[in-house]
């Protein structure tokens, strides 16, 4: 080797590597410089901007009812007296409109021209372009009182304002080492990816406030390797640059806390006029130490909507400042008897707002707290706005009434009155068409419809039927012609007898399962679900997605149980759709970054989990409920007898429902008082009222089909007397739905009638030829 020849490279070679040291240290400066123009400049990001699903247009709509017209002009569409000459016109022509489409309303992504020929206000034919069509979206419309940039309840506090309490309780749960760190806690990541590592998921992050800072301001919601060790150096420069106290300040003037209707709640001065109606230097113990603990997940520890869990995370916090010496024991007991409450907000928007809050939470479950708080987001909900607005109408129509013409229902507390939820469904989706959590958001900010755990006594029955329908060898087949009888029935339950007693103890005896369905008979129905096996009736009941704390006893026919009312209504969509299971109704289709990326995972697909025959049979049963049961009322009330659906009562008068639907919606509707307290009302009386009003103005403004026949169904007649097939001597004769291969015998209950009769003829003739 040639020492010459390496020692006339070395300094070239030195002066290479200094010349890429030199250009990445530079490199790195500047990437540094333009992270921190940004970070400054960032401060709070719009609040996401939500879209409701858009405008379905189809023929036989009623354009009246959907209010095209007040649609369009929501979209900014204008009107013209000539044909529209570029995208985003429309003319309304005697029996036709003209819609030029934006890019946004096509399915393919392209502008185009709809037209609608109408008919005493529905539509009779629909093209695209020329071509005829079966259905158009409009595009999806900025929900009504959400600005394109929706307000955010913000009220910046200097740090020396603060309250030690306040600070105290936030460093305690997010990041207690804040002081004593760069930016990056490497104890605490080590010590949080130890634990996610023994868990086999993540259990825990080892995010500092400054990368908690960081992430609001200038990182998209992604777990990935290189976003985090992006996020490590972007918080360790950020913490070169700036002052403890600043950062501290800024991330408690930021940090999201949750949501009134479509208001975003930021920092800390503004969370606590929003919850406690009170300035932050105001703040007790408890009501700091809720707040703080509201920062890992605001919506699911809402005070306003989640009082239980607010109150055990209040105390998780007070358990964390007490283990590091911040109170004493006597101001930890102190605080935990605080009362967990709010202030009710006045003037809060009044645009789907349970629907929204239901949205963030949502969003908090599908992507995490951080991506519910994030600007910039575009989320695309399946909120039909002509169908809330009907949802909203109906249950304020229908409390109305009941307080005015049921005098002992009125109280003057607020927070004390009779409540209603409303739950609408697509029924081949799942999908959240409409949603009411109660009767006035700005009095209680609690969502029945999602949250409300209460007893859907006979609302339950279906899944009896279902299950008894559909036995296999280990119990006897039933059919919608069995009979069972109703009567007293005193059954063992654990070490005590069970009694069930029918409505004002009115027994009918022998009767058929149809009758017994459409009439709610609790003895027969009890009956019946001991012959299917009370396991039996629990698997089928959670095979269709119903959730809770479901055992098999035998009260549990009779739906002595919790559940919330969506989670009613999810279970009664495979009947509704023809046997098929959703993995949960979803409020969200899409959330856009605003690059046009997409940041939450899909919903999984649809399970089958009964046959389509099973489904049509239990749906004709249900049928018969709207047409001669309990439900009968609706078809008074203007309901065709296409709709299936079954009333709900509980025993002890608190809760009354009413669950319906046709080929395409579900609705649900519960009524009760929040504390409990017993209403005497049936589900017939109380809440199918609501629900009709609501399902008439549905059917009216989209018109549904009947129910189609699956393969596997037949009808046959049979004598209503005994549930056999029908010979010509029957006396009452009815046409029944069978699963294919359950037909029952033929009758031979009358044949000795007959017999009788045509010895008497044969006698007759014979004695007339002599």
């Known amino acids: 080797m040639d020492w010459r020849i390496i020692a006339t490279l070395r300094p070239r070679v030195l002066l290479g590597l200094g010349l890429g040291l030199g250009s990445l240290a530079l490199a790195t400066i500047i990437a540094g410089a333009v992270e921190l123009r940004r970070f400054e400049r960032a401060g709070l990001e719009r609040a996401p901007i939500l879209y409701a699903a858009g405008q379905f247009l189809a023929p036989g709509v009623d354009l009246e009812r959907i209010g095209l017209a007040a649609t369009l002009a929501r979209l900014g569409y204008t009107a013209t007296r000539n044909a529209p000459a570029g995208p985003g016109q429309f003319r309304r022509s005697g029996e036709t409109w003209d819609i030029a489409l934006r890019d946004a309303a096509a399915a393919d992504g392209a502008a185009g ?65 804040f002081f004593d760190h760069g930016g990056v806690d490497v104890r605490a990541v080590v010590r949080a990816a130890w634990r996610n590592l023994r868990a086999g998921r993540i259990v825990q992050g080892g995010s500092t406030i400054t990368q908690q800072l960081v992430r609001m301001r200038l990182l998209r919601p992604r777990r990935a390797l290189l976003r985090k060790l992006h996020e490590m150096w972007l918080a360790s420069l950020v913490e070169w640059r700036y002052s403890k106290d600043y950062l501290l300040e800024a991330y408690l003037n930021e940090v999201y806390l949750g949501q009134h209707g479509p208001t975003a709640i930021r920092g800390v001065g503004a969370a606590a006029r929003a919850y406690f109606g009170k300035d932050v230097r105001q703040l007790s ?10 920062i890992r997940s605001p919506n699911n520890y809402s005070p306003a909507v ?33 009362r967990v409450g709010v202030q009710v907000l006045a003037a809060l928007p009044r645009s789907a707002p349970y629907f929204i809050g239901h949205v963030r939470r949502e969003l908090e479950q599908r992507g995490g707290a951080e991506l519910a708080g994030r600007g910039g987001l575009h989320v695309f909900t399946t909120l039909d706005l002509p169908l809330q607005r009907f949802a909203e109408q109906a249950v304020a129509r229908g409390l109305d009434r009941l307080e005015r013409t049921v005098p002992r229902l009125r109280r003057r507390d607020t927070a004390r009155r009779l409540q209603a939820a409303l739950v609408a469904l697509d029924t081949e989706t799942g999908e959240i068409r409409a949603l009411v959590g109660g009767r006035d958001y700005r009095t209680s900010q609690f969502d029945r419809a999602t949250l409300a755990q209460r007893q859907p006594g006979s609302a339950f029955k279906p899944f009896v039927y ?11 087949r039933v059919t919608a012609a069995s009979q069972v009888e109703d009567a007293p029935v005193t059954l063992r339950a654990g070490d005590r007898w069970w009694s069930p007693r029918n409505d004002e103890a009115r027994y009918e005896g022998r009767v058929s399962v149809r009758r017994a369905l459409e009439q709610s008979l609790n003895a027969a129905t009890v009956r019946i679900a001991m012959t299917a096996g009370l396991r039996r009736v629990v698997e089928t009941a959670r095979a269709l997605g119903l959730h809770g704390h479901l055992m098999p006893v035998p009260a549990a026919a009779l739906g002595a149980f919790e559940v919330t009312p969506l ?18 109704p979803a409020a969200i289709r899409a959330v856009d970054d605003g690059a046009g990326a997409g940041v939450l995972t899909p919903t999984a697909p649809p399970v089958r989990v009964i046959s389509p025959a099973e489904a049509y049979v239990m749906t004709s049963l249900l049928k018969g409920v709207i047409a001669s049961g309990t439900g009968l009322a609706a078809r008074e009330l203007g309901i065709p007898d296409t709709v299936a659906g079954k009333t709900g009562t509980t025993n002890d008068g608190r809760d009354a429902w009413f669950v ?5 919606l579900l609705a649900l509707v519960w009524v009760g008082f929040d504390n409990g307290e017993p209403h005497r009302l049936s589900g017939a009386r109380a809440a199918l009222p609501i629900w009709a009003d609501f399902m008439r103005h549905a059917l009216e403004a989209y018109p549904q089909p009947d129910f189609a026949v ?10 209503a007397t005994n549930g056999k097939l029908a010979g010509h001597a029957c006396p009452v004769v009815v046409r029944e739905a069978f699963l294919a291969g359950t037909e029952p ?26």
Request: charged letters at 35%.
């Open 285 to 294: 113990l408890g009501e700091a130490a809720l707040l703080a603990g509201m």
């Open 660 to 664: 319906g639907f046709t080929p395409r």
């Open 567 to 584: 989670g009613l209504a999810q279970a009664y969509l495979p009947l509704a759709n023809g046997g098929r299971r959703v993995a949960e």
């Open 306 to 338: 989640e009082p239980a869990r607010a109150r055990a995370r209040r105390g998780v916090v007070l358990d964390r400042m007490r283990a590091l010496e911040m109170i004493s024991d006597a101001d930890r007991a102190r605080a935990r008897r605080e």
């Open 710 to 719: 699956p393969p596997g169904v037949v009808f046959v007649d049979i004598d």
């Open 113 to 177: 021209r709809v037209r609608l020929d109408v008919l005493d206000g529905r539509v009779t034919r629909l093209a695209f372009d020329g071509r005829d069509v079966e259905a158009v979206t409009l595009e999806p419309e900025v929900l009504p009182g959400v600005p394109e940039r929706p307000s955010e309840a913000r009220r910046a506090v200097s740090l020396p304002d603060m309250p030690r309490v306040l600070v105290s309780a936030v460093l305690a749960v997010e990041d207690h080492r």
């Open 466 to 476: 279902l299950t008894a329908l559909r036995a296999r060898s280990e119990a006897p």
């Open 745 to 770: 015998e033929p009758c031979d209950e009358h044949r000795e009638d007959v017999d009788h009769i045509v010895g008497w003829w044969m006698r007759l003739t014979g004695w007339v030829r002599r």
